[in-house]
């Protein structure tokens, strides 16, 4: 019987004997965390749980043992360091992938607290049977049907051909070599090629179709059609959704590896491009990549430098499309872009080898553009973060950015035009350049479009004429842009890029001159910006036929050069008796008696609303219908008139 008086210690809880066990437990870990440390790479190999034969893998895919996250970092810019063993790669003897993190890896401690068993042996294979869902009732198409849908050698050569010469340079996520030489593999022995592969051979098909020169035989005779925008689209959408196929057939959802994620960002890619929409697309590639580890450096694991390349590129160009997409729809979602993967090499193909990486020649490599533009695109995410906060972003952060730009450009010229003067630069580069100034361009506008909407108004005037003048001088780059692309016969090749997002920019470069035009400081900039605006307008209908952009912008650029000349004619007739119809050049200020009053136009009204950043940021964002509404009600009041 127990003395009231005594104080006994009361028993150990049941949380506090699993707090002990727990404790044990990560003890027990970190002791075989520091016996494997200290392992040599031939034992380390040993505890696989899975070996890679040579024959079932080609040489980029083959693991000789899977490593675990070191907790070095992995360059000198790291400003984080990863914890050791937070996770591992597991990869069959097909060649699917599976990255486990060390919280999966937990089942296997409590199980076996002497830990003696491998920490990679937690789940089931990768390789497990995987059921029909979600497409039970569509059965996955055979290997025979897929291949039937391929283009015939020959003309399967030339598409390849030109992928690799056109588009690759401008989203060079595939090493050149290795898809040759697997693309080589496949025409000796396509039955043995794996799904993922061959829906990466589709992606790749498909994307050289859109920049094939309008009068090339191989539109016609793949496609069937009388138009070329008609062939176009019916042979992307057969070569996509073949590529789909081979994707579900091999299940997707379910199991993946290097060439999967490959097919789904350079998927992405294009079909934003051709201005589709892609945000379920990219989750789903997003997804795959964190399943394959890719959102770790390559490096914390033991793979070969081309390996290493591989996955960066993977990555970089799925935070390349990850930044696209967010900014065009407002939504920055920063932390979920924050993982510690370095950029890809800036080196060419030819300097990677299993046994390292080559430093290239001075000038820009394969990599340079797309780095670039990693760059660009980080810059533009800033900016949307500014032109879609709450309040008006400050005109020391506008400057600020825009010298930021001007920094950028500053390291093109030293990149691409560094060794000009020996060696002329190769025209894919010329066309790098220039797309890297277009969209510098096109973000200079993006930044100064409250204050130039406010020049407009003549409010504010010094900081908003500043604005006025930025974005006057880049609308004209951006439209001298789009002539040089369009007109100049070596760079007929990237036709595809300028008919569509290259129109784009130049759609919202001539919106910008067309409301300049409207209230020109005099008359000689007045019949610039008209002479500009009307050849424009003559490239816009010229392209109308393969691009849906032209086709549209065509008719408002039209209407506001119209409009513009209807609104010169009522100053003039106005003003008969002044002798400055624009601005005085003694004070460079708007004469008040000037019929065009900017603030009552309700016209103007609609038109500055069609100015709004987020009408400009891709071609989906764009409402057309809204021009629509706005040129037919212009019709209709000038009817009534």
């Not at 016969?489 to 997002?501: R, V």
């Not at 409009?563 to 008969?576: S, V």
């Amino acid at each position: 019987m127990r003395n009231d008086g005594e104080v006994s210690t009361p028993p150990q809880t049941g949380n506090d004997e699993l707090v002990d066990r727990i404790r044990s437990l990560e003890s027990l870990l970190q002791r075989h965390i520091n016996t494997q440390a200290s392992e040599s790479p031939e034992k380390q190999a040993l505890q696989t749980p899975s070996t890679v034969s040579s024959s079932a893998l080609s040489a980029n895919d083959q693991f000789t043992h899977l490593g675990s996250w070191s907790s070095q970092p992995t360059s000198p810019e790291s400003t984080s360091r990863l914890p050791y063993n937070t996770g591992t790669l597991r990869v069959s003897e097909t060649g699917y992938v599976q990255f486990l993190p060390r919280s999966s890896q937990w089942t296997s401690v409590l199980a076996n607290p002497s830990v003696q068993a491998s920490l990679e042996v937690v789940t089931a294979g990768v390789d497990d049977e995987v059921g029909g869902f979600p497409f039970e009732d569509t059965p996955a198409a055979a290997r025979s049907v897929l291949l039937a849908i391929l283009p015939p050698k020959q003309q399967c050569d030339q598409l390849i051909d030109v992928y690799f010469r056109v588009f690759s340079p401008l989203f060079h996520i595939l090493l050149d070599p290795t898809f040759q030489e697997e693309y080589k593999r496949f025409q000796e022995d396509a039955d043995s090629t794996s799904l993922s592969w061959l829906a990466l051979l589709f992606v790749v098909i498909s994307v050289a179709v859109t920049a094939l020169d309008d009068d090339d035989s191989l539109l016609k005779d793949l496609g069937r059609g009388n138009t070329v925008s008609g062939n176009i689209k019916t042979l992307t959408a057969r070569y996509r959704g073949a590529a789909m196929k081979c994707l579900a057939a091999d299940g997707v959802l379910w199991r993946h590896n290097i060439k999967t994620l490959q097919a789904l960002v350079l998927l992405t890619y294009a079909i934003n491009h051709s201005h589709g929409r892609t945000w379920v697309l990219l989750g789903l590639t997003y997804n795959v990549a964190l399943a394959l580890g890719c959102h770790v450096d390559p490096e914390n694991f033991d793979l070969n430098p081309i390996q290493c390349e591989e996955r960066r590129r993977c990555w970089a160009g799925l935070m390349l499309l990850y930044t696209i997409q967010n900014t065009s729809l407002g939504n920055m979602d920063p932390q979920r872009l924050q993982h510690q993967v370095r950029l890809p090499a800036d080196v060419n193909d030819v300097d990677i080898h299993p046994d390292g990486i080559r430093s290239p020649s001075v000038g820009p490599t394969q990599m340079s553009y797309i780095l670039f533009k990693f760059r660009l695109y980080n810059i533009s995410a800033r900016i949307c973060q500014y032109i879609f906060g709450t309040s008006e972003p400050s005109r020391a952060v506008v400057r600020a950015l825009d010298h930021e730009i001007t920094l950028e450009q500053q390291a093109w010229d030293d990149k691409y035009l560094a060794d000009s003067r020996e060696e002329a630069l190769p025209v894919h580069h010329f066309v790098h350049l220039n797309i890297l100034y277009g969209y510098s361009h096109q973000l200079f506008l993006l930044l100064h479009r409250p204050f130039f909407t406010r020049s407009l108004a003549h409010t504010s005037y010094q900081d908003s004429m500043e604005s006025r003048n930025r974005c006057i001088s880049s609308a004209r780059a951006l439209l001298d842009i789009h002539q040089m692309l369009c007109e100049t016969p070596h760079f007929a090749p990237y036709k595809w890029f300028n008919a569509g997002l290259g129109s784009f920019h130049a759609f919202h470069a001539a919106v910008v001159l067309s409301v300049v035009l409207m209230d020109p400081q005099d008359q000689p900039q007045h019949n610039n910006i008209r002479s500009t605006l009307e050849n424009t307008l003559s490239r816009f209908e010229s392209l109308a036929y393969r691009s849906s952009i032209c086709e549209k912008a065509a008719p408002v650029l039209r209407f506001l050069l119209m409009t513009a000349a209807n609104m010169e004619r009522d100053i003039n007739h106005t003003t008969l008796h002044q002798s400055q119809p624009f601005l005085t050049p003694e004070s460079n200020i708007p004469q008040q008696s000037s019929t065009l009053n900017w603030e009552d136009s309700g016209q103007m009204d609609a038109l500055f609303d069609r100015l709004q950043p987020a009408q400009w940021l891709n071609p989906a964002g764009m409402a057309w219908g809204e021009w629509e509404v706005m040129m037919a009600g212009n019709n209709g009041n000038s009817m009534q008139s």
